[in-house]
């Protein structure tokens, strides 16, 4: 039962537009979602993240936005670059320090 | 500096022959967690310690076990590893936040690849 779901596998975009990238999850009671990076060879790296209260945080060229009604957050990069190329896993965290990731999203930025 | 280190990074056992990842953390992080990794998969979470306390996940086979002696190490134990066994091992740390302070991440570790034979 997958509780963290990310419907789109990969992902291209050119160089300097915005990328978007979604998440949905199923259980109500996730109180702080997160967003990772993961270059091959390595383990996921924190990129952003956002408590259940808010609707939207901001660092550089990286928004989290949080939909609490529809289950929906989503990743926006601008202006993309082609260092941003890697697999973007979405998270979300429960009250009893449990975590559940998504499958993940693979970016590429075409230069 | 590395923060949380996974040895070793590569691992072939035989299909049976139990197995012993290793992790270590110099976060001074309460809280250790162990996923399984399999391709194109979610990372999936198998158990966590909450300092010494011992979280299992409810669908996590009774073949995996873990140890974690002091706030340092943490160590995932395969009993009798099967070719299903095969995935990413990833060790990720977190430091525990009260109901209401939810603001910190897991930090990851690079996970170490089990082939089993």
């Known amino acids: 039962d997958q509780q963290v779901k990310q419907n789109s596998p990969s992902l291209s975009v050119q160089e300097g537009r915005i990328s978007i990238l979604n998440c949905d999850y199923t259980?109500?009671?996730?109180?702080?979602f997160l967003w990772y990076k993961k270059y091959p060879a390595e383990g996921p790296t924190f990129l952003i993240s956002?408590?259940?209260?808010?609707d939207k945080n901001e660092d550089g060229r990286f928004t989290v936005f949080l939909n609490k009604s529809a289950k929906h957050l989503s990743l926006h990069i601008v202006p993309s670059q082609p260092g941003d190329s890697a697999v973007y896993f979405c998270a979300a965290r429960n009250t009893g320090n449990q975590f559940y990731f998504g499958t993940g999203t693979s970016l590429t930025v075409i230069p | 500096d590395a923060m949380v280190i996974q040895n070793p990074r590569y691992q072939v056992t035989q299909f049976g022959k139990p197995v012993t990842l290793s992790c270590s953390q110099t976060?001074?992080?309460?809280?250790m967690y162990w996923y399984q990794q399999k391709s194109s998969q979610a990372p999936k979470l198998l158990f966590h310690?909450?300092?010494?306390?011992?979280?299992n996940e409810a669908d996590t086979p009774d073949n995996f076990q873990s140890r974690r002696p002091n706030t340092s190490f943490c160590f995932l134990d395969i009993r009798s590893p099967g070719l299903g066994d095969a995935a990413m091992y990833l060790c990720?740390?977190?430091?525990?936040?009260?109901?209401?302070?939810?603001?910190?991440?897991?930090?990851f570790g690079p996970g170490t690849r089990l082939t089993v034979l």
């Open positions: 310690y909450y300092d010494k306390d011992f979280n």
């Open positions: 976060l001074n992080h309460n809280v």
């Open positions: 956002i408590s259940s209260i808010k």
């Open positions: 259980n109500s009671m996730f109180d702080y």
């Open positions: 990720a740390t977190s430091r525990d936040t009260l109901a209401g302070a939810a603001t910190d991440t897991q930090y």
